[in-house]
């Protein structure tokens, strides 16, 4: 038989003070109560065994130790890196982070922070890319008014296209980036792997690589990008494509590096050999990549380190009138999966 929970009235009628009072003391009011009466209330507690209610806590102080986190797909090495950066933070705070995930349904992030707000929790981290629905960004903002103006802090990382304090990668200038190298190494016919077409980070990787190609002098046709699910199934699926359309690309750049890794399986069940006969290259650098045969071009992204700082700009204290934005910069990392033609 479970054994039964002590209330709250029973520690007060222990303590021999009001319920008023041992309410103050256990669940962390701002009202004073006398040294005395606070000592005698945290005996009787202990003493009997009694567990806070953290919901009354956190209306009693209009928060809680409650840290939300939000992402697309934790089981994407990318998020769950930038989630570790997160946590890391606010576990060192001594406090409890919860996580909501949203499988890429931009109307399941206005709803996670809503629930979120009426926990009361101090914080919440946003991963993930804005899309074009204009729609869903305008309520997604909406919500983080009303969070922000109830007491709780909002960062992201993403695009700053939200009223809150933003990580943005640099994903334009890491494409471009790539694109040149990959020029350098000879490639003058693409193919891209470009992920769903209403997400901003695609559209932006896609616009900086194009751009990258151009100031080398190599076009880059609509019909060489294909798009397709973020993951690596996604990966898989498109590559194959490109195998059975007959591409003729010497090199193949995934938007990420999930769908890097699955479209060299593709390739590999086709019996095309990477980099011998097609180059691959990602983006971001997940850990993951370092028990990859052969090892994957990309661009790096410092991917805890953005977690840190989004942590750090949600919890730390900060009262000016425009949210801010932090720029990580990206480093191309050339390795054997692209070789020179």
């Known amino acids: 038989m479970a054994a039964r929970q002590i209330t709250l009235a029973e520690v007060a009628q222990h303590a021999g003070v009001s319920l008023a009072t041992a309410s103050r ?4 009011s701002n009202r004073q109560v006398s040294e005395e009466l606070r000592d005698r209330v945290m005996v009787s507690a202990e003493s009997l065994g009694y567990l806070p209610n953290a919901s009354a806590q956190a209306l009693a102080r209009n928060s809680s130790s409650l840290v939300g986190l939000v992402v697309h797909d934790i089981s994407d090495p990318y998020f769950s890196s930038i989630a570790a950066g997160v946590t890391r933070v606010a576990e060192d705070a001594g406090l409890v ?10 109307e399941r992030e206005r709803e996670l922070l809503c629930v979120l707000r009426a926990h009361r929790a101090k914080a919440v981290v946003i991963i993930g890319s804005r899309t074009t629905d204009k729609a869903a960004t305008a309520r997604l903002a909406e919500e ?16 700053a296209r939200l009223p809150a304090d933003t990580v943005v990668p640099a994903n334009k200038a890491g494409a471009r980036a790539l694109a040149r190298e990959l020029v350098r190494l000879g490639h003058r016919r693409f193919a891209v792997l470009g992920g769903p077409e209403e997400l901003l980070t695609s559209r932006d990787r896609i616009a900086g690589f194009r751009a990258g190609l151009a100031e080398s002098g190599v076009d880059l046709p609509e019909s060489s990008v294909r798009h397709g699910e973020f993951g690596r199934d996604g990966g898989y699926r498109s590559a194959a494509e490109l195998v059975a359309d007959g591409s003729t690309a010497t090199c193949v750049f995934a938007v990420n590096d999930v769908m890097a890794l699955g479209a060299m399986a593709a390739l590999r069940a086709a019996g095309r050999r990477v980099p011998e006969d ?7 650098d997940i850990p993951t990549l370092r028990d990859v045969t052969p090892t994957l071009t990309t661009v790096r992204l410092p991917l805890e380190e953005m977690g840190v700082r989004a942590a750090h700009m949600a919890l730390g204290e900060y009262t000016g009138p425009q949210p801010r934005t932090v720029k990580m910069a990206a480093e191309v990392v050339l390795r054997e999966s692209t070789l020179g033609v």
Do not use: E
């Open 144 to 159: 983080i008014g009303t969070f922000i103006a109830q007491g709780g802090r909002v960062a992201c990382v993403s695009q």
């Open 97 to 106: 982070v919860v996580l909501g995930t949203t499988a890429r349904h931009t």
């Open 278 to 284: 097609v180059s691959v290259a990602g983006f971001g």
């Open 25 to 28: 003391v256990l669940n962390g």
